[in-house]
């Protein structure tokens, strides 16, 4: 059992309904499995262009995630 105490208004907000399953958080997830899975092969078997395609699929699957969030279709900002 924890010694540390906490008080009521010590507790984070509760988060909203849709945490983590908006269209933003979904396109995001997909972007970077894909692009880890693409990377991973393209250093297990030594093809470096494949791995720079993974690199550049995260950085877009990164951008349009903050992107569609932009657009109201991510989890809301507090």
Same mark, same amino acid.
């Given at each position: 059992? @924890? @010694? %540390? ?11 909203? !309904?849709?945490?983590?399953? &908006?269209t933003?958080?979904?396109? &995001?997830? %997909? ?8 990377? @991973?092969?393209?250093?297990? $078997?030594? %093809? ?12 877009? @699957? $990164? ?9 109201? !279709? ?5």
């Amino acid at each position: 059992m @924890s @010694s %540390v105490h906490l008080e009521p208004q010590d507790l984070p907000e509760v988060a909203p !309904h849709n945490h983590g399953r &908006t269209t933003a958080a979904w396109a &995001t997830n %997909v972007g970077l499995v894909l692009a880890a899975l693409l990377a @991973s092969v393209g250093i297990a $078997i030594p %093809v470096w262009p494949l791995v720079w395609v993974g690199v550049g699929i995260a950085v877009v @699957s $990164i951008a349009a995630g903050a992107a569609l969030r932009a657009l109201g !279709h991510g989890q809301p900002l507090q």
